[in-house]
């Protein structure tokens, strides 16, 4: 179920951008973070919206062998250092302070066992004022529920979009979205712009 999740990451950053127009990911030369990226087909798909040769797109994963899948399928981006994979836990991201430009991801939240820790490194690797978008398929997931799957995992979004606004994003909401026939739902957060007193 996990590596479901991590697939569905290419499907739903097509699907937002289709329906809004945009993603957390630009032409222009910024950096951008794909937590839990699966077999690689979200990285993948981030690329094509990724167009300045001088972006980057670090991808985070606990996985060794959704690695070893992602290496084989980015051979040439890794190589040109347009991709860039990051072993390990959302709790503990392998980068600097306030080093990218957005960050998205698609259901992984589920199974982050300390949210507060978990959302408290996604907002520490943010640049002040970007954004991040975290996509779900809410009627997928209770429908796993109903099936006896997941279990132990809250599919709910309310703890997570709490979590989330607790450790200091901002505009924490959720949006119904529909595309080629299908619902699925987007939260929305944003990191803090620089305070008054970092800029005096």
């Not at 329906?19 to 699966?38: D, I, M, N, W």
Request: contains cysteine; charged residues 20%; hydrophobic residues 40%.
């Amino acid at each position: 179920m996990k590596s479901l999740a991590g697939c569905q990451v290419a499907t739903n950053i097509t699907a937002v951008r289709r329906q809004r127009g945009s993603v957390p990911l630009a032409g222009e030369a910024h950096t951008y973070q794909l937590v839990g990226f699966g077999p690689g087909l979200g990285l993948q798909e981030a690329l094509k919206y990724l167009t300045d040769p001088r972006g980057k797109l670090f991808g985070l994963d606990v996985s060794e062998y959704m690695h070893k899948v992602a290496r084989e399928r980015l051979g040439p981006q890794l190589a040109s250092g347009k991709v860039h994979l990051l072993q390990g836990r959302v709790e503990c991201i392998p980068l600097p302070d306030h080093c990218v430009d957005g960050v998205f991801h698609s259901n992984c939240h589920l199974y982050w066992p300390d949210m507060a820790i978990a959302t408290a490194e996604l907002l520490r690797v943010m640049k002040p004022g970007t954004r991040m978008l975290a996509t779900c398929d809410l009627g997928f997931l209770r429908h796993g529920v109903e099936q006896g799957f997941f279990k132990g995992v809250i599919v709910e979004p309310e703890p997570y979009m709490q979590a989330l606004g607790a450790v200091g994003f901002l505009g924490v909401s959720m949006e119904d979205l529909m595309d080629e026939g299908k619902s699925f739902q987007v939260i929305y957060a944003t990191a803090p712009p620089p305070s008054t007193t970092e800029n005096s």
